[in-house]
Each structure stands twice: as structure tokens, then as C-alpha cells.
């Protein structure tokens, strides 16, 4: 026989390639094939509940990169939650109704106007379902285990009568109301949009300083005095009826030398404010206390008819302008609810398409509110009454979907108060943890400043707000009107609001006074589409016997704090008066290597079934676990290559492991760890502290720490320590004895910790490695989480180990440089002798262990530091000598030894290892080794 069949060389059928990009999706089938989803589930019956609740993604498109972040996220989470005890079923959901969707199909060439709304929905409804099947398709390829055969739509009819029973419940409390107040008007999409749906780019716009006669002074100011205003909208001007003022403010009465006039300006900006309109010298004639000018009538620069009231206002500031505020009680907030105090009326001459109407005039009627910024600054400088036009740079709200400016534009809406249980809401968010913890305050104010909700859109696709009006106009909003919508709902979807007239959608037999005629008309708004994914609370959790109300957690994009976190939570506080979830959990945006957005047009875009057709999902998943997402994350396919050489890393260890346990059956050979050699208990104890720091992160949801646990134990701990001797044990010892099992025992508890530990982050590596254990259970999902053991010495020995391994750092430090000066090859060549201190010796006998074997090393002397040599190095305290082994070396094990042929049969080998193969080799003492 030859002289290497003596060594015990681990072999393994577990490929070192992974060929994820097909193994992964043969493996995925096999899961779907045997149901090991619905499996996991079954075991988990009676368990104590863990809910995560999806968010759902809108249906339009493949998936990104953020789609995959948040759903492997939640993969990780639920995955390792159902192998720790908790029933975590995890149904997928997606958001299908909105404006994308009809946008989508006008650039498909359908014409919304030439079609019925029941035609248009039926479009939208299949485009979306399609969409569903494409995206859900690709989260299952990412190696999501979820419940893909029944995922949660909001256009499901179930969904749908759910939505409108949480609608009726906020009715019923007196949350509801309709109210003619400015709203951010989306002229791009012909509808109102919530806060939610708006973003913020920076624009130019023109801003006008202007004059407006007084007519009515009240004995303050003279008719020969113009008020001085100033707008960053001029276009706004036609709907101007009032001019605020801050009470508490000084206003000076100034007369510019040569000028007629006399004009009204903040005297703390009086200043700067004559400079920019060319006043080089002025008089000023007296100052008037703001509070004093209440009620002053000015004359509209542009409307003989048109009053203008001066008003107090608080949001008044002199921080810019003149301290006197053009306001337009149509166009916005502020001007809105000062105008009310006032009895101003509401003007707005602006239609549905931004285009100005008639009520502006014939100078206006029909151009783009935009171009009216001209033509107003042409009449104010016709009429002699513009002072300065000047652009400035400023913030500016858009629509987030199509990327246009919107304007505030007072329209009849459906609004969901806020303001009549706004601190019910606030004080739920003390039953919620948040991740991070910042997301308290955010959160928190948010709702704290938010206005009422407005609900209603001027859409087609999406759920009709259950509403009906009487002959004269009167909206019947009852209980009994919106249950039943809803039962008619729950049996034939939405689209029933819009195949039948109102009178057939009413209950059977009713009546109101309003209609003596019995002639109804029912409402043609939809609701807002995060009213819909913010019902899901009651859409989902509430309506599957198999979930419990209350979701233990939340997990989205930190933008969630303004959309699904915040229209859940207010909606659920509303119905149940308590918080949707119990944990709340927010992450970073995804952005490219450099840190920038990623976008189409700049190209720096990365799609996950590339990556995946590429290197495999396992890469991608990994991804997610290495980086810190609470703030945002940059993803490169360098970044992606940098993770798919860790995996590699982790995969070649786990094969190494499995190699050199193919001759290990765990239930005859394991070796308990109190009869374990001293350096295999530590090594066992320091697993075990891994296991339990590792389920630590997880139940903290600190995957990147875990990340880096894992990292540092297969690199430092296993790679460069303990393998890098055990290997020369396990090879070259007798194959039962005790130093060998003892590391085939940590070897496997190594590999079955990390299997089970990484699952939930790689389960198609883990399931394939799972093939390769010697485990009862078919699948490794189908197993229970690994617990850690309960070691009374493993601190005393991690510590002592730990000493240990700073001093074998600086004995290969010593052995490195003695290679650099050719003094020997490998550490194996060496003979190295330690002159210990008591205190360092102690530590030696402390480990009662073959240190040796440690350090490689074919020879090892222990001296005492006084007989130090003049010449012995000191490596940051270790004294010690690097000499030539001495011996020869044997052809087995490849150490130095002195008393080789010790055994004249085996003359190339120790005596030790003559006697192993004597013992287990008889072939060898019979025939003797080939050359």
C-alpha cells in the first residue's frame, strides 16, 4: 500500500463551485415540490405568535435593488423566527390600485376617455395581476419563503370590503368629512394628493414686490397710500383677497423722494427693502403698530370689484418680503385659514389641468397657470405698480409619481381628521419599539404636524369611497349604507359601485328625507391608494383566522414614515385604538457604489435577476447582511463581488468540515466535552459563544453584526487558528482516537451551528450543505434553531485560550522572520525554545495541552526566563529562540523527529506513528509501503 493511504485525507462529494445561478433554482422547485413552506408551518402550530407584516410593493415592473433589500430583509427575519419557536407565517402582499398602473396603460395606447370606467378597471386589474405574477416570480427566485399561493392584493374583493368597514368605523366616529379647503393638486394626474405622495426639488421662480391702493384707511393710513406685498406666485394674484400682516410687527408709512405716493412697508425691513426698489432717499412720514392695520381695505391691482381685507396673521415672518403677505385663501394653507377668520371668499380660478378659467379674466382664462406668472407681472407693470421682479431658488412640492410641480388648490375633498384624535395616535407610538430608536421622534412628529388626511381622489383606479348623496345634496354616510357596500364588495369586488346606479347599491327599502323622490347619486372619487395598503391591518391580520390582529412588527423604507408606517398607524388607531405593530424596524435607501441615487438616465441602475443570472441570489442575500441599513446602503458589482468572495470563503470552510467528517457518525463518536483535551474544549466553548452572540443579533435584528461575527470566526477563529493545527491531528492521529474525534466532534458541531445560524441568510447553501449532515429532519428549514449550552468553565478558558493565542501571534512573528532570514521553511522546520516568566508559565501548565501542536512547530522547549540567552529575541514581552528542528523529518506527518526508524519496519517514521499504523494498517506490516 502507499504511505499516503495511512492518512485519514477528509473527502466530500460537496462541490466546491456552487453553480449557484442554476443549483439555486433546482432547489427552489424542489422546496415548491414539497411544500416545505406549508411544512414549516404545520410544525409551528399552537406556538406562540411572531408576525411580520408585509408592506406591500406597488405592482408596476420588475423588482430593484431596494426590493430585494426589504424583502430578503424580512426573509431573514421570518425564516429565523420559525426555527425558534414562534408560528411566523408570512403572507406577501402587493399594492395594485393608483395612478402608475392607468399611466401604464394610456402608454400602452389605451385611451382612458374613449373607454366606460368598468373597461378601464378591467384593464388596470389585469395589468396589475400580471404584474403581481412578474414580481412575484422574481422575490421567489431571491429564495423568499413565503405563502406565494395566497398573497394579500388590495383589489381582492376580501380586501376591498375590509377597507370599507375600516372607512366606516372612522365614519362612525365622526373622522370623516367634507370640506372645501387647499389640498396639494396634482394638475399632472387631475387629482389631490396626500403628503405622502409629494417630494421636494429645488426650483427658479419669479417673486414680485407690488403695491395695493388702500381704499378704506380706518383713520390709520391715507387713500393715497399703497400697501407694499410681495408673492413667490405671481400667477396666484387673480385669486388674492386679502393681505396678512403680523401683529406685533412696526410698519413704516415711507414717501420716496419725487413720488406721489406714499407706501406701507415692515420697518425692519425697510432697508434693504429701499435699496432693492431704487429708493435712494425717502421720508418716512410715521410708524403704525401691525395690530393697528387690521381691517384695512387695499383695492386688487387687477379687480375694480375686488376688496382686499388686511389681516393678523402668525405665519407672518420677516425673514424675507416686506412683512406684508399676498394671500390667495384658494392657493393655500395659511392664506385658507387666516381668509375664514376673515369671511374672505375662496377663489379659485384654476381648473383640474392647471389651466386658468374664466373667473381670472379674459387676460388669463386659458393659459397654463405657469405662463400666468408672466402676464401678471406684464399687467403689475402696466398699471405702475411693480417695484421689483426678482427669481429666486427655493424648495418646491411635486408630484412623486409624475415628477411635476403640483399647486395648493382649494377643491371639495373627502378628508379623514387627524386633529380629532391626534394624541390617541401620538401616545399609541409608546406601545411600539423602534429601530433604530430615532424612528420614535419621526414618526411622532409627523403626525404631530400633519393636517387632515385627504382621502378622496379624482381617479378611476382604485376603491370607490362608499358614499351617496340625496336630492339635495346631502351625503348619506351611514352604517348601515357602508356595511352594506361592503358585503357587496366582499362578493363582487369594487367594480360593482360602477356597473350599478346608486339606487341598486343602496340596501333593499331605502329611504331618506333628503330624497322625498327617492333619487340618489352616489360619489365618483376614490380613495387615496395608502388609505388601501393602511387598511391592510384589517385587510390581512384581522381578516385570516391564522393571524393574530396586531403585527409584532413592521419592516420598510425609512420614506415609509410618511406613507404605509404612518396611514396604518392612523387608520388602526382609529378602528382598535392601539398601534398596528408592536416593532418597528426602517431602512436606508439603496444608492451605487459612489453613494448617488440610482437611476435609469444616469445609468448606475442594478436589477437583482441580473446579479442573480450572474452569481446567484445567495450573493445578493449575503449583501443584505453585510450592510448597516439604518442609514442608507451602496451596492456596486464590486461591492457584489466582494461579497461572492466571502461566500466562497464560507462555503470552501463548510466543505472542509464536511470533509473531515465523512468517517464521523456524531451519535457512536462524538466526544462529550468534559472529556474533550483542554484546546478542543475551548474551541468547542468559543463556538458556542458564537452561537449565542449570533442568536443575539438576530433576535436585535443586527444582521450586519452577525455578518461580521461569522466573517471573523471562519477567518480568525477556524481559517487561521484552529484548523491551521487541527488538520495535521486529524490527518496523520489514529481515526478513533480521542484527540482525532474530539476535533471531528467540534468539527461537526461547527458546521451544523453554522448551517442552522446562516439559514435564514443563505438557505439554498444551507440546504445543500444540510444534504451532507447526518440530521433526522429532510430539510434544514424544517429543523429547530440551535440553542446555546450552558459551559461553566467556557470564561475561565476562552480567557486563558485567549492569552494563549497573543502569545502563539508572537511566536509566528519570530517564526516569519526567521523564514525571511532562510533559517527555515515552514514553522514545521522549526525548533522554538519560550523563556517564560512564572506568570506566562503558569498560563502554559493553566492549559494542560500540547502547546506544541498549536504553534506547528516540530520541536518545543519550555525554559525558565532566567536562562534566557544575551541573543533570544523579545517579541513584546515573549522571550524566545527560532533554531533548525532537529532530526529528520518523516514522510508521513512532515514534522522533524529524533527517533525516526525507531520502529525497523516503518524506518521513515516516528515511533508514534509506526505504532498507528501497526495498529490499523496490518497490510502495511505485512507488505510494507510502495516507493
Keep these: 500500500m502507499k504511505l499516503k493511504e495511512t492518512l485519514n485525507l477528509g473527502k466530500t462529494k460537496f462541490p466546491m463551485r456552487g453553480s449557484l445561478p442554476t443549483k439555486e433554482l433546482e432547489r427552489e422547485n424542489v422546496w415548491f415540490e414539497n411544500k416545505v413552506y406549508e411544512a414549516r408551518q404545520k410544525l409551528n402550530e399552537g406556538k406562540p405568535f411572531f408576525v411580520l407584516h408585509d408592506g406591500p410593493p406597488y405592482a408596476n415592473g420588475n423588482i430593484h435593488m431596494g426590493h430585494a433589500l426589504n424583502k430578503i430583509s424580512k426573509d431573514i427575519i421570518v425564516r429565523y423566527k420559525s426555527m425558534s419557536g414562534f408560528n411566523s407565517p408570512y403572507v406577501p402582499g402587493w399594492d395594485t390600485h393608483g395612478l402608475p398602473i392607468e399611466q401604464q396603460l394610456t402608454k400602452a395606447g389605451h385611451n382612458r376617455k374613449e373607454l366606460s370606467k368598468v373597461e378601464w378597471r378591467k384593464l388596470a386589474e389585469q395589468f396589475a395581476r400580471e404584474q403581481v405574477d ?12 413565503a405563502e406565494w399561493d395566497n398573497p394579500y392584493l388590495t383589489l381582492l374583493p376580501e380586501f376591498e370590503a375590509a377597507q370599507i368597514r375600516t372607512f366606516g368605523e372612522m365614519a362612525k366616529k365622526g373622522y ?33 414686490f407690488y403695491a395695493e391702493r388702500v381704499v378704506d384707511g380706518k383713520g390709520i393710513l391715507d387713500t393715497d397710500t399703497y400697501m407694499v406685498v410681495w408673492t413667490t406666485t405671481p400667477w396666484t394674484i387673480p385669486g388674492s383677497r386679502g393681505i396678512t400682516i403680523g401683529a406685533k410687527y412696526e410698519y413704516s408709512v415711507v414717501k420716496p423722494a419725487g413720488s406721489d405716493k406714499k407706501y406701507v412697508v415692515a420697518t425692519d425691513l425697510l432697508a434693504g427693502d429701499a435699496e432693492k426698489f431704487g429708493w435712494a432717499d425717502y421720508e418716512v412720514e410715521k410708524i403704525v403698530k401691525g395690530v393697528d392695520m387690521e381691517n384695512i381695505i387695499a383695492q386688487h391691482p387687477f379687480y375694480e370689484d375686488v376688496k382686499l381685507v388686511t389681516m393678523l396673521g402668525d405665519f407672518v415672518t420677516l425673514d424675507a418680503g416686506t ?13 385658507f385659514w387666516v381668509g375664514q377668520k376673515y369671511g374672505l371668499e375662496v377663489a379659485v380660478p384654476v381648473d383640474d389641468q392647471g389651466m386658468m378659467t374664466e373667473e381670472a379674466g379674459a387676460d388669463f382664462e386659458g393659459v397654463f397657470y405657469e405662463k400666468a406668472n408672466a402676464i401678471s407681472l406684464q399687467k403689475l407693470t402696466d398699471l405702475g405698480l411693480l417695484l421689483k421682479q426678482e427669481d429666486i431658488e427655493h424648495s418646491y412640492p411635486f408630484d412623486w409619481r409624475t415628477k411635476k410641480p403640483v399647486i395648493f388648490r382649494a377643491v371639495p375633498q373627502w378628508f379623514a381628521s387627524v386633529e380629532a384624535f391626534r394624541q390617541q395616535i401620538l401616545d399609541s407610538l409608546d406601545e411600539v419599539e423602534f429601530l433604530p430608536e430615532w424612528g420614535k421622534n419621526r414618526l411622532y412628529n409627523m403626525i404631530k404636524d400633519r393636517g387632515d388626511w385627504v382621502i378622496s381622489r379624482q381617479r378611476v383606479w382604485g376603491v370607490p369611497l362608499p358614499i351617496f348623496y340625496a336630492e339635495d345634496g346631502e351625503p348619506i354616510l351611514t352604517e348601515e349604507t357602508v356595511n352594506h357596500v361592503a358585503d357587496l364588495f366582499g362578493e363582487f369586488g369594487s367594480n360593482v359601485w360602477f356597473e350599478r346606479e346608486a339606487k341598486d347599491l343602496l340596501p333593499e327599502g331605502y329611504t331618506s328625507e333628503h330624497s322625498p323622490n327617492g333619487i340618489f347619486t ?9 388609505f388601501d395598503s393602511g387598511s391592510s391591518h384589517q385587510g390581512v391580520l384581522a381578516q385570516r383566522d391564522y393571524l393574530p390582529d396586531q403585527a409584532d412588527l413592521y419592516l420598510e423604507g425609512s420614506d415609509q414614515y410618511r406613507g404605509w408606517f404612518n396611514s396604518s398607524l392612523i387608520t388602526s388607531v382609529a378602528v382598535t385604538g392601539h398601534a398596528p405593530y408592536k416593532g418597528l424596524i426602517s431602512q436606508g435607501f439603496v444608492l451605487d457604489g459612489e453613494g448617488r441615487k440610482m437611476s435609469k438616465s444616469i445609468g448606475n441602475t442594478i436589477v437583482p435577476n441580473d446579479v442573480i443570472k450572474q452569481m446567484g441570489a445567495e450573493i445578493i442575500r449575503l449583501w443584505v447582511a453585510s450592510v448597516d441599513t439604518d442609514s442608507d446602503v451602496r451596492v456596486s458589482m464590486e461591492i457584489l463581488k466582494q461579497s461572492s468572495e466571502t461566500y466562497r470563503k464560507i462555503r470552501n470552510t463548510m466543505r472542509f468540515l464536511l470533509a473531515n467528517t465523512e468517517d464521523f457518525d456524531n451519535a457512536k463518536d462524538a466526544v462529550a466535552y468534559e472529556d474533550m483535551p483542554a484546546s478542543d ?21 443586527k444582521f450586519v453584526d452577525l455578518f461580521k461575527r461569522v466573517v471573523n470566526f471562519i477567518n480568525v477563529d477556524l481559517s487561521a487558528y484552529y484548523l491551521d493545527y487541527a488538520k495535521d491531528v486529524v490527518y496523520t492521529e489514529a481515526p478513533d482516537s480521542v484527540e482525532r474525534r474530539a476535533m471531528q466532534t467540534n468539527f461537526y458541531k461547527t458546521v451544523l451551528n453554522l448551517t442552522k445560524l446562516l439559514l435564514p441568510i443563505l438557505p439554498h ?13 429532510e430539510f434544514g428549514y424544517l429543523s429547530e434553531m440551535v440553542v446555546a449550552e450552558d459551559l461553566a468553565d467556557s470564561a475561565s478558558l476562552i480567557a486563558n485560550w485567549g492569552e494563549f493565542r497573543l502569545m502563539r501571534d508572537k511566536v509566528n512573528k519570530a517564526l516569519e522572520e526567521a523564514r525571511d532570514n532562510k533559517l527555515i521553511g515552514k514553522p514545521a522546520e522549526a525548533a522554538v525554545t519560550l523563556y517564560l516568566t512564572a506568570e506566562q508559565r503558569a498560563l502554559i501548565d493553566t492549559l494542560d495541552s500540547d502547546v506544541r501542536v498549536m504553534l506547528l512547530v516540530s520541536q518545543l522547549h519550555l525554559v525558565d526566563i532566567a536562562d534566557a540567552p544575551a541573543d533570544a529575541q523579545d517579541i513584546d514581552g515573549l522571550k524566545l529562540t527560532v533554531a533548525h528542528a532537529e532530526g529528520e523529518v518523516s514522510a508521513r506527518d512532515r514534522l522533524y523527529h529524533t527517533d525516526l526508524g525507531a520502529d525497523a519496519d516503518f524506518p521513515m517514521l516516528s515511533a508514534h506513528e509506526a505504532a498507528i499504523v501497526r495498529q490499523y494498517y496490518p497490510e502495511a506490516v505485512e507488505n510494507g509501503f510502495e516507493d
Design 134 to 145: 412578474k414580481q412575484r416570480e422574481d422575490f421567489k427566485r431571491l429564495g423568499v419563503s
Design 176 to 208: 370623516i368629512y367634507k370640506g372645501k379647503k387647499p389640498v396639494y393638486w396634482s394638475w399632472s394626474s387631475e387629482s389631490a394628493l396626500a403628503e405622502a405622495e409629494i417630494e421636494y426639488h429645488d426650483v427658479t421662480s419669479p417673486t414680485a
Design 323 to 335: 412683512g406684508l403677505v399676498h394671500t390667495a385663501p384658494g392657493f393655500g394653507e395659511d392664506d
Design 522 to 530: 352616489k360619489e365618483e372619487d376614490i380613495m387615496d391608494v395608502w
Design 681 to 701: 474544549k475551548y474551541f468547542y466553548a468559543l463556538v458556542n459563544d458564537l452561537t449565542k452572540d449570533l442568536l443575539a443579533d438576530y433576535d436585535q435584528y
Design 765 to 777: 447553501t444551507s440546504e445543500e450543505i444540510w444534504e451532507y449532515l447526518q440530521e433526522p429532519e
